[in-house]
């Protein structure tokens, strides 16, 4: 078979440089294999992802126990607090409430003792007024002496204060006098001893 070239010599080196650059192939199998590669890529981030946000979540829950726990541990400690401080002030106050009894039960009495040591002779007392510490005293005695020596007495004690005299009469055989005073009860319950007094027991 006889083969004539009618392209020349030149055209034909030009059509086998032409024959001589091949374009890259691509096969199936490649290309799925790329976008398999790229798919696991995505899954492994998006599993990364998903394990530091699990962590993160997992260990704001176990902070967010721990806050609730200790906010319960304050309030019980709270409200043991103010159930003491709640018994605290009812026992002032049972307390305030048992001094007040105890003064008022023994204040007259007290009173009494006291008025009975500083009575002078030729003098007695016909009534007694005590209100909250303030004291009224009436009585009589044989002569202005006698009153003047017992509100001498009243002025020298130390459980008595304000000493005043109110009225003084003559009615006839006797002189009536009222003498008002402060009564200190609380020198008296400090179990201080009186001073004697200036003279004897009236009758």
Known sequence: MIRINLLGADAAKKSKGLRAIRLPEFSVGAVQAGIAGMFIVVLLGIGLAWWFQSNTLKQLRTELSLVQSERARVQEVADQVA??????????????????????QTGPAMLLDEVSRLITDGLWLTGLDLA???????????????????????QASQYFEQVRLRTLGDSGETVRFQISLA???????AGAEPPAAAGGGGG
């Not at 307390?95 to 105890?102: A, D, G, Q, S, T």
């Not at 909250?132 to 009243?154: E, I, K, M, P, Y």
Request: hydrophobic content about 45%.
């Open 183 to 189: 009564f200190k009860a609380n020198n008296l319950a």
């Open 132 to 154: 909250r510490g303030d004291v009224t005293l009436r009585g009589a005695a044989l002569s202005d002496n006698s009153v003047a020596d017992f509100l001498t007495n009243l």
């Open 83 to 104: 159930a003491l401080q709640e018994r605290t002030d009812l026992l002032r106050q049972k307390l305030r409430v048992i001094v007040e009894l105890k003064a008022n």
